[in-house]
DNA sequence: ACCTGAACACCGTTCAAGT
DNA sequence: ACCTGAACACCGTTCAAGT
């Protein structure tokens, strides 16, 4: 057989919009929010700056679509319900996965409301909280209320990871760090932030995300059929 | 008397890291967290750019100094406690304002995780938790759930007002074509939205944020003195 | 000690011109 | 229809030079 290639293997592949999206992903995973950038993206698609624009509308258009890549794995990671209570947390431990892995998608998310990827995750916090028995007149409060609560979650640790890469340190360090300044604030004006410190440099970010997930399902929970 | 000016009430105040700051609210509150930019700042305040990273380590910087004058007012507008039920909830309810008020607000506290700001607010809620009886090892926690959900729903109704004023829109408006985009997803893919698209446009941000409140509350008493 | 403002190394976005 | 890449109008930050 002599050495031509058999499938010529082409590379032919035309610049697309999901070929864009996937390298943004790889763009932010690696080189964090800022990282992201028209040039820089155009420089790993062997193209031009300007032929990105073809394909994606602007900078937000492209960040949106990013996270809403992520939320739509996320949400097909997270298993199908078993009880409503399991649903939500399963739910809710799929986007602190996905917020841990991408640190930039909190921010994303709280930047684009009420759009696609937000929507998806209300979608199904919404269903389970129905299945909760939860009455219809208070299940869009109540479906927001996860969502946010999961959103805030998320972007603190996302923006604790993001400060601790900028700086170069481990997150645990970082928290270290924090944790030393915390005790060392004004004992008259900050004695609950000196006494929980300790807590703040040994804390367990998904046991206490989940246990706070638990206070708002059984703040649900007394909501049942009632009215 | 001669019309010499008795004190010379001197403009003499050379810059100050104060009269930065409070240029750097003015401006975010105009122009939006995207007006703030050193040449627009240093010649709000006549002076130039450099000037300013005389008082001012950096952009940072600034935004969290900004962030905790707001903050500050805030915690001191919030009433003391009369019960910690109470209390809560006009903290709460401060910081809820105040977000309103300063729609960067949200997007500058979260990007200064664990820093004075945050660190106010979570002083503030913790030293109710403690009144409520919430046990020792589980104030971190619920402090921040807290923390976390404030956080989290003001991001997202800053982000509604950002994106109203970007658009020009009215955030009433700007909710009503979100509502009718919802109305219009996919009836299988994501029938809970379609169902609470109407909610998304009637809603009451205010009343929804303390009812999520009132639910975590209430999760908290559950573990009152108990373990 | 504090301020000036030009200079540096970037951005997002546009748009004529190409294929 | 899609891509190129120079050009435009910005940024944050630095730093010699001034007072």
Chains 1, 2 share one sequence.
Not at 177 to 183: D, E, H, I, R
Request: proline content about 4%.
């Amino acid at each position: 057989m002599p050495d031509t290639v058999a499938t010529p293997s082409r590379r032919a592949d035309s610049l697309t919009r999901d070929t864009i999206i996937d390298a943004a992903i790889v763009l932010l995973d690696t080189a964090g929010e800022g990282g992201l950038t028209f040039r820089a993206l155009a420089a790993r698609l062997a193209t031009g700056a300007g032929a990105i624009y073809w394909h994606v509308a602007d900078k937000d258009d492209l960040f949106t679509a990013a996270s809403d890549a992520i939320v739509v794995r996320a949400m097909q990671d997270a298993p199908p319900d078993d009880t409503p209570q399991a649903g939500i947390r399963a739910v809710a431990l799929a986007m602190f996965e996905a917020m841990d892995a991408h640190p930039w998608l909190g921010s994303a998310l709280s930047r684009a409301p009420g759009q696609l990827p937000t929507v998806r995750i209300l979608e199904r916090l919404g269903r389970q909280v129905d299945a909760l028995g939860v009455p219809q007149d208070r299940q869009w409060m109540a479906a927001c209320a996860l969502l946010n609560y999961l959103l805030g979650v998320s972007g603190q640790n996302a923006a604790n990871a993001v400060i601790a890469r900028e700086r170069g340190l481990e997150r645990a360090h970082f928290l270290d760090t924090l944790a030393g300044a915390w005790s060392r604030l004004d004992a008259q004006a900050f004695p609950f932030a000196r006494k929980v410190a300790g807590q703040l440099r040994a804390h367990d970010d998904r046991a206490d995300f989940l246990a706070g997930i638990d206070l708002i399902v059984h703040g649900l929970q007394a909501l049942q059929g009632g009215r």
